[in-house]
């Protein structure tokens, strides 16, 4: 029996960079690339890939190619490690969420433990499916599922919003945007591509968000009892009942139309007292939504005397001290919760029914819709928006005064003549 001609083969470069290529039956052309990281793992140190090609011209190019990025430690040819979900979410929770505020950063937790225990630690975020996209959307919106993905009896389930079911899915769509962007310690990016693109139109999408606003009237007669609302505080070991930070809570929130969460974390060192008519506020990065620091944004009038009436009360302050104590360490901000139960009395006592949909940040959508007729560019400076449309579109709202003022203004369009 003859014996098979001898199949074409050929090495290229030194020990340490040294790539073999060689001709399979078919005629396809593979190569063994030496591989520095099998060797450090005690494995045999070559990585057999297929070129996909019969050309031995263009293969021998690409042999030396490889050879000097092996030279250069830049070889491309070791197969980047599976994008799995805890690894992509570990790293995003290490390296992103840190640069978010203090609720922004327990939102990421969540979320992703929810999606965890929804695709599964080991789940290869490449091959995310439709299927499981509509399968978390479906459970979420039924119920099925509670804000950390753990499963509800039936029973007991209640159905969410649609916005809810949206929120989740931003999520996950943001981490996968950012994991594209992101490169590991061998410089390979965790995802090479998107797996959410193409879903948006499949995430549910709240047709009628409850999106209530705080008038001026309403203002004032919750203004007139906070004064009522007590706090214990416990600075000296010892609980001692004082009026508690909400009626200047409740100003600078109407007067700035900044996030509540944002009030509560300022200090002392974030007023610019002597800047423009009424004095300025920095509004540091670290408790803004967007992590944008806003240097020098001027007071309106009602806003600064809420800050002298802090100032009045206070001795020993340095620029730490927060402009809104704990009541249980005068150290450390008040929590938003706190602020939110404050107001809950308030409009107990005030006798007002609750805004089904929001506490505090009807007010900072009341302060956009009141300048809705003003410069948006200053608007959005002013209460702390990084988008125009999303003041415009989200925040500002049609109200009763404003369209009975568009309709009273006579408005006919006429032929050309």
């Known amino acids: 029996m003859p014996k098979s001609a001898k199949r074409w083969s050929k090495t290229f470069g030194p020990y340490g960079a040294r790539v073999l290529l060689f001709e399979e039956r078919n005629g396809v052309i593979h190569a063994q690339v030496f591989d520095p990281k099998l060797k450090a793992d ?29 030279a250069d430690g830049i070889a491309e040819t070791s197969k980047p490690r599976k994008p799995l979900l805890k690894s992509v979410f570990a790293e995003y929770l ?7 505020g203090a609720e922004r950063q327990c939102t990421d937790r969540r979320s992703a433990e929810m999606w965890t ?13 439709r299927k499981e996209w509509e399968r978390f959307c479906r459970d979420r919106a039924s119920g099925a ?4 993905g753990n499963p509800v009896a039936a029973k007991d389930r209640r159905p969410v919003n649609a916005r809810a079911v949206e929120m989740g899915c931003h999520w996950l769509k943001a981490v996968c945007r950012w994991a594209t962007e992101w490169q590991d310690d061998d410089g390979n990016f965790l995802l090479s591509e998107d797996p959410t693109r193409g879903f ?6 709240e047709k009628n968000p409850k999106r209530p606003i705080a008038t001026y009237d309403r203002y004032l007669k919750i203004r007139a009892v906070t004064d009522k609302v007590m706090m214990d505080v416990r600075w000296t070991g010892r609980r001692i009942p004082k009026r508690s930070h909400l009626s200047e809570v409740l100003d600078l929130a109407f007067f700035t139309g900044r996030r509540i969460s944002a009030i509560c974390a300022l200090t002392h060192g974030d007023l610019r007292l002597d800047v423009g008519p009424y004095g ?13 620091e806003w240097e020098n944004i001027p007071m309106e009038p009602g806003a600064r005397k809420a800050i002298d009436r802090i100032l009045e009360v206070r001795t020993v302050v340095t620029n730490d001290t927060p ?9 450390e901000p008040m929590r938003y919760e706190l602020a939110r139960d404050w107001l809950s009395k308030a409009e107990e006592i005030a006798e007002i029914p609750k805004l089904k949909g929001g506490a505090w940040h009807p007010y900072r ?49 006429r032929d050309a003549k």
Do not use: C
């Open 42 to 70: 005690g494995q045999y140190p070559y990585r057999r890939i297929s070129l996909k090609m019969r050309d031995k011209r263009q293969a021998e190019k690409w042999a030396w190619k490889q050879v000097a990025k092996l």
């Open 94 to 100: 290490r390296y992103r969420t840190p640069q978010k």
């Open 117 to 129: 225990r929804h695709l599964g630690a080991d789940k290869d975020l490449r091959k995310l499916t």
């Open 145 to 148: 599922i509670d804000p950390r």
């Open 200 to 205: 948006r139109k499949i995430t549910p999408h």
């Open 280 to 292: 300025a506020i920095r509004w540091p990065a670290d408790s803004d939504k967007m992590d944008r």
């Open 323 to 331: 402009l809104f104590p704990s009541p249980n360490d005068r150290t």
């Open 365 to 413: 959508r009341g302060w956009a819709t009141a300048r809705k007729t003003m410069s948006m560019k200053d608007v959005a400076a002013l209460g702390g928006w990084g988008s125009e449309s999303v003041l415009r579109d989200v925040y500002q709202q049609a109200d009763m005064a404003g369209m009975i003022e568009v309709i009273e203004q006579e408005a006919k369009l």
